[in-house]
Every structure is written in structure tokens, then in C-alpha cells.
């Protein structure tokens, strides 16, 4: 009887333990109970295989630019780093895969503000529990949101924007990269601060969300900076404005919302990694390690700040205190505008 087999013949009813040993024998017993040690063996020769992180958004985004810039930093420690996009929901589909996954640190997930801080208020019947059913390895990287709009759009300016959407009414909608996430929620901000009904378009993630965007099929988009960044490029959007509370450093020309006129539009969000809650903690540990050695290293950090993205390494403890403190602002936000996600 192989180890995988035992574990699954210990969880059905009626199993005896006493049955199971003696039927191995002595030698038999020794394999059993090395087998209840497992998790502290496996954890001495980690990782045993890839580990694969799991993305909850289709591949492009600024969530991959950040997971290969550190597996590609981590790969004589860690070894190889799969990035593995599963989009959908949200990002809800990637969450659940890895709170079911077999916690022994080789699948592991990139967490965001909106999965682990928003969705909880947003929805009534969320299938996980951030705080519960994950644990937190690092915050890894925080970022800004840009305002971007088609190039078509007659405004090159926050104000002559705001002016011609009024003339517009519910005839211009904004997109995001997905419901009840920060760049939902700046859009709402700003049609609250500026008197605006833009009608909220959610997007599977933010590649599809710039393609429409370039293409003309939505004349708003909130995206990351780094997002931003990427599409200025091609001369097909034009960007408004920041949410930051001081200047983008990769865009230092952009105006923040809050030097236009309008501080309570004002928005920043993170991406952290996370493991099943019952991944062992000699795992735990040299997985930390090594993410924040990688997070600390000058070419990481380097890659992040061009993209938009500012290196914070934060641990768990932080990051708990991140998760607790940012679950309660967004709350109040979702109240503020009346949102309940319905998907």
C-alpha cells in the first residue's frame, strides 16, 4: 500500500488506526508512523518538484512581470517557478485552486488587494477566507492606478475629460480588470467626487480590459501604472491622471486626481504570495526567505520600478496587519456606493 493510498484509506468512516498497523506489522508500523511525520521530512528536502504560482488573471498582466521577475531570481534556490494564469471570477478561480491544493509548499498563490481585502466585503458567499484558509508568505509589491482613456476620447486633460462626460450622461462607461477591485472602485470614487455616471464595465483581467481600451470599445480604462505604462507606447490612449497621493515616479508627468481638484480619489493596492493554510513551517520559512531575498535584490527591484511597481517585502505579520486594515477601508467604500458583487 503506497503512502498516498494509506492517507486516503485513513479518512474514510469506520477506519480503525489500531486495524492499520497491525495488519502492516512492525515494519509496517514504522512506515505508518513515518508517514504521520511527513509534512517536517517533505519540508527538509523543499521543494521536490516546480512550484507552480497560480495567477488569477490571463497571462500579459503586470501580475506576471512581477512572479517571473522573482522566480527568475529564485531559481537557484527555489528551482523552476511556473506561472500558471487562471482567470476568471475575478481571480475567485485561482483561489480556490490553491486553497485546495496539497498544502506542501509547491502550489502557491499571487494574492491582490481585491482578492484578499475587497472580495470579503463584496461578496455575501465568498467560497474562502483570506485570513483562514492562507498563509501569508510576503506583501511583495504595491502599485498606483492610472486613468486611461482611447485616444479618440476629446480630452487630453482631467478636467476637460470631466466636462464632456457630464455632457454625456450613461453614455460613457469605464473599464476595469474586474469586479469589486481597486480599479472598480477608482471609477466609482471619481463618479462620486466628480458628479459623473460612468457605467462600470468588469473585464477577466486587465490584458482583454487594454485591448479594448487601444481598440476603441470602451473609451475608459482604470489600470495599473504599470499597465499604463505599457500601452503609452503605441500612441492609442492617452493617460488623465494617477491615484497616488504624490507623482508616479514612472510617470512623473501625470497629475494625481488629488492635485486636480479631487482628494478623495486617491487609490493604491498590492500584490502578495500566499501558500495553503496548512503548508508546514519549516516550508513557510524558506519560502519567505527566499521571496524576500528576492524582492530585496537590485535587479528585482529595478524590473518592479520600471513597471510601475514599488518593492515593499513585507512579512507575514505586516502583511496580516495590510490585510485587516485595508479590509475595513474598502468596506467602507463598498457601503459608501451601495455595491454587492452578484457573480
Not at 11 to 18: D, I, L, M, N, S
Not at 57 to 62: K, S
Not at 216 to 226: A, L, M, Q, R, S
Given at each position: 500500500m503506497?503512502?498516498?493510498h494509506?492517507?486516503?484509506?485513513a479518512?474514510?468512516?469506520?477506519?480503525?488506526?489500531?486495524d492499520?498497523?497491525?495488519g502492516?506489522g512492525?515494519?509496517?508500523?514504522?512506515?505508518?508512523?513515518?508517514a504521520?511525520?511527513?509534512p517536517?521530512?517533505?519540508?527538509?528536502?523543499?521543494p521536490?518538484?516546480?512550484?507552480?504560482?497560480?495567477?488569477?488573471?490571463?497571462?500579459?498582466?503586470?501580475?506576471?512581470?512581477?512572479?517571473?521577475?522573482?522566480?527568475?531570481?529564485?531559481?537557484?534556490?527555489?528551482?523552476?517557478?511556473?506561472?500558471?494564469?487562471?482567470?476568471?471570477?475575478?481571480?475567485?478561480?485561482?483561489?480556490?485552486v490553491?486553497?485546495?491544493?496539497?498544502?506542501?509548499?509547491h502550489?502557491?498563490?499571487?494574492?491582490?488587494?481585491?482578492?484578499m481585502?475587497?472580495?470579503?466585503?463584496?461578496?455575501?458567499?465568498?467560497?474562502?477566507?483570506?485570513?483562514?484558509?492562507?498563509?501569508?508568505?510576503?506583501?511583495?509589491?504595491?502599485?498606483?492606478?492610472a486613468?486611461?482613456?482611447?485616444?479618440?476620447?476629446?480630452?487630453?486633460?482631467?478636467?476637460e475629460?470631466?466636462?464632456?462626460?457630464?455632457?454625456?450622461?450613461?453614455?460613457v462607461?469605464?473599464?476595469?480588470?474586474?469586479?469589486?477591485?481597486?480599479?472598480?472602485?477608482?471609477?466609482?470614487?471619481l463618479?462620486?467626487?466628480?458628479?459623473?455616471?460612468m457605467?462600470?464595465?468588469?473585464?477577466?483581467?486587465s490584458?482583454?480590459?487594454?485591448?479594448?481600451?487601444?481598440?476603441?470599445?470602451?473609451?475608459?480604462?482604470?489600470?495599473?501604472?504599470?499597465?499604463?505604462?505599457?500601452?503609452?507606447?503605441?500612441?492609442?490612449i492617452?493617460v488623465?491622471?494617477?491615484s497616488?497621493?504624490?507623482?508616479?515616479?514612472?510617470?512623473?508627468?501625470?497629475?494625481t486626481?488629488?492635485?486636480?481638484?479631487?482628494p478623495?480619489?486617491?487609490?493604491?493596492?498590492?500584490?502578495?504570495?500566499?501558500?495553503?493554510?496548512?503548508?508546514p513551517?519549516?516550508?513557510?520559512?524558506?519560502?519567505?526567505?527566499?521571496?524576500?531575498?528576492?524582492?530585496?535584490t537590485?535587479?528585482?527591484?529595478?524590473?518592479?520600478?520600471v513597471?510601475?511597481m514599488?518593492?515593499?517585502?513585507?512579512?507575514?505579520?505586516?502583511?496580516?496587519?495590510?490585510?485587516?486594515?485595508?479590509?475595513a477601508?474598502?468596506?467602507?467604500?463598498m457601503?459608501?456606493?451601495?455595491?454587492q458583487?452578484t457573480?
Open positions: 503506497d503512502k498516498q494509506s492517507a486516503k484509506v479518512q474514510e468512516p469506520g477506519f480503525a488506526r489500531r492499520f498497523l497491525g502492516l512492525a515494519l509496517g508500523a514504522v512506515g505508518a508512523l513515518g504521520l511525520a511527513s517536517s521530512a517533505r519540508a527538509q528536502d523543499f521536490s518538484k516546480p512550484i507552480r504560482v497560480l495567477i488569477g488573471v490571463p497571462a500579459g498582466g503586470t501580475q506576471d512581470v512581477l512572479t517571473r521577475a522573482l522566480a527568475d531570481s529564485m531559481r537557484d534556490s527555489l528551482g523552476t517557478v511556473i506561472l500558471d494564469n487562471r482567470g476568471g471570477a475575478a481571480g475567485r478561480i485561482a483561489v480556490d490553491v486553497k485546495n491544493a496539497e498544502p506542501d509548499g502550489t502557491l498563490l499571487l494574492g491582490t488587494a481585491g482578492m481585502t475587497m472580495f470579503p466585503n463584496a461578496y455575501p458567499k465568498l467560497s474562502y477566507d483570506p485570513m483562514k484558509d492562507f498563509a501569508p508568505i510576503v506583501n511583495a509589491a504595491s502599485f498606483e492606478l486613468m486611461v482613456v482611447n485616444q479618440n476620447v476629446p480630452a487630453n486633460t482631467l478636467p475629460f470631466i466636462a464632456w462626460a457630464k455632457t454625456q450622461g450613461d453614455k462607461s469605464f473599464a476595469s480588470y474586474g469586479a469589486g477591485t481597486p480599479s472598480h472602485f477608482l471609477g466609482e470614487m463618479n462620486r467626487a466628480a458628479g459623473l455616471k457605467v462600470h464595465v468588469p473585464y477577466r483581467g490584458t482583454p480590459a487594454r485591448q479594448d481600451v487601444m481598440g476603441g470599445t470602451v473609451p475608459v480604462y482604470f489600470d495599473t501604472v504599470g499597465g499604463a505604462i505599457t500601452m503609452q507606447p503605441t500612441g492609442r492617452k488623465l491622471a494617477t497616488g497621493a504624490r507623482r508616479s515616479p514612472p510617470m512623473p508627468a501625470i497629475p486626481f488629488t492635485e486636480l481638484g479631487y478623495d480619489v486617491i487609490a493604491s493596492a498590492w500584490f502578495s504570495f500566499y501558500a495553503p493554510v496548512k503548508t513551517e519549516p516550508v513557510l520559512r524558506k519560502l519567505r526567505a527566499e521571496f524576500l531575498k528576492a524582492v530585496n537590485r535587479e528585482v527591484r529595478q524590473q518592479l520600478l513597471n510601475g514599488y518593492p515593499v517585502g513585507d512579512g507575514p505579520d505586516a502583511l496580516r496587519k495590510t490585510m485587516t486594515e485595508d479590509t477601508r474598502w468596506g467602507k467604500i457601503r459608501a456606493v451601495g455595491f458583487a457573480d
